[in-house]
């Protein structure tokens, strides 16, 4: 699962692979702003994903699944960690996956959208 959420969130304009806080987590960003990490552990190989999240949504999935927690050494408020367990289908996580992802782009300014709109069509 961790090779396919991965791809996911690479797949997205602008995205790129980063890892500032060592080995792991991998860190998903859109214009130098983060809006995914992804980490896999131990023998089962569980893999974790943290995502930006409208504050109020972010409640919500917390009281609607198990598997989604309060965002882990991220702001709690709008962040969340999902716990990939199986009982969120992907096409679930790739919805807060493009949920995450527009808040970031968003949040860019002006210019910085434009950039990354222009050097898509370049290519």
Sequence with gaps: MYSKLSA???SKKGAVQD???GPEPLVMKVGGKMFALLSEHGQQDTVNISLKCDPTIAEN???QHECVVAG???NKKHWNTVIVDGSLPLADLQAMIDHSYDLV???LT???R???TKNLRVK
């Design 114 to 116: 434009e950039s990354i």
């Design 61 to 63: 999935l917390r009281e």
């Design 105 to 107: 782009f968003r949040s």
């Design 110 to 112: 002006k210019n910085e």
């Design 19 to 21: 890892y500032p806080f």
């Design 72 to 74: 882990y050494h991220l």
């Design 8 to 10: 996911y969130c690479t």
